[in-house]
């Protein structure tokens, strides 16, 4: 069994999953991909490629995948297909140097992180980390399968996740009507609409899946707020570290900052530390009817962990109900958006993880 240890980020978008996947990468021990693989959310793609892997030249293939996965990202290799696989990446030695870490009927799951394992390796590190919000709802099979793996799940106010998304939901649009917007722009406006119900119930089924993942992993999984992490940074982090059993680096704390909100992830600030001005941005963003609704719909998870929740007045019941109802006709704009921006086979498997997250998790 290979001596590296697996770390995975869970948590909703937007919850700062990047920010903290930053602050580990630069531990010298650790080693990251630099965008979200989504390897466990779009099983589709790989079982297409290589639907057997009954012969050496699939499980290389495969193998080879993971690793162009991993270094690129599952964005640029798959939805925008402008970033051609790397056939160099790994070498013919390397690739059967994975192959024998393998079981004799490897399956596409087992592929990836003994993938992960060889890169981290390679890079002399000992630890590696992958963030993709999405995995969230598989936290509980994820860590089934990978006995060794560590989790630390980001939670953040989910009523700061919808400004945030309210927020760069306007900038998008903002761009498409300046006629400014990139492909990635227009790409993203799939994923990227806006609904205090849709989006709160999103984050609500997040939370609950990661819940019953720690019902069974307890002691593997570390539970971090957003705004401990920004407000209480030093403290934090070192916490974290404990957890990953890896001494603290005050190079850990010059983090780079990404603000999908208020702007592109290509005008990251680098090395300019952890901040914390974004928390309670949803009083004076949000209307008075997305206040209501979500502090309605998520009242439970939010107190649980230690939000405060105001009492709903009469005219606040009224409003959540009728914000609620206009959230129904923006369920057809979200799965016309996805079939325009990313195609049909990705809005059908979006919808079948999104009508998992409504049903129980098991």
């Known amino acids: 069994m290979s001596s590296i240890q697996p770390v995975f980020i869970f948590g909703y978008t937007h919850s700062g999953t990047s920010l903290l996947q930053g602050i580990l990468r630069r531990h010298p021990a650790v080693f990251s ?51 051609q696989h790397d056939p160099d990446l790994l070498s013919s030695d390397e690739l059967k140097a994975i192959q024998a870490t393998l079981s004799k009927q490897p399956t596409h799951r087992e592929i990836f992180p003994r993938t992960f394992d060889f890169l981290a390796e390679r890079a002399g590190k000992r630890l590696w980390v992958e963030k993709t919000p999405d995995h969230t709802q598989q936290a509980k099979r994820i860590l089934s399968e990978l006995p060794s793996a560590k989790a630390i799940e980001l939670v953040r106010d989910a009523r700061d996740i919808l400004s945030s998304k309210k927020l760069r939901e306007q900038r998008l649009y903002g761009k498409i009507r300046d006629n400014t917007a990139t492909e990635l722009d227009t790409m993203l406006l799939g994923s990227a609409d806006y609904d205090t119900f849709w989006n709160g119930l999103a984050w609500k089924t997040s939370i609950n899946a990661m819940n019953q993942a720690k019902a069974s992993y307890q002691d593997r999984i570390l539970t971090i707020r957003y705004e401990d992490l920004t407000s209480q940074s030093e403290a934090t982090v070192r916490k974290i570290c404990e957890f990953l059993e890896i001494p603290f680096v005050p190079e850990m704390m010059d983090a780079d900052q990404e603000n999908v909100a208020e702007r592109d992830k290509q005008e990251t600030k680098v090395g300019t530390g952890i901040l914390s001005t974004s928390i309670g941005r ?81």
């Open 33 to 83: 991909q630099l965008s979200e693989s989504s390897f466990y959310q779009f099983p589709h793609i790989y079982m297409h490629k290589y639907p057997s892997l009954d012969a050496d030249e699939a499980v290389y293939g495969m193998i080879l995948f993971c690793a162009n996965l991993i270094t690129k990202g599952y964005r640029q290799l798959i939805s925008l297909q402008s970033v």
């Open 282 to 362: 949803w009083k004076s963003t949000l209307s008075p009817g997305e206040k209501a609704l979500a502090n309605r719909l998520l009242r439970v998870e939010l107190q649980q962990h230690g939000y405060q929740v105001p009492a709903l007045s009469t005219l606040d019941r009224v409003r959540s109900i009728w914000t609620l109802i206009r959230s129904l006709p923006k369920l057809f704009i979200r799965i016309w958006n996805k079939l325009k921006h990313k195609g049909v086979r990705h809005t059908v498997d979006s919808w079948k993880n999104y009508i998992r997250r409504i049903l129980p998790v098991k």
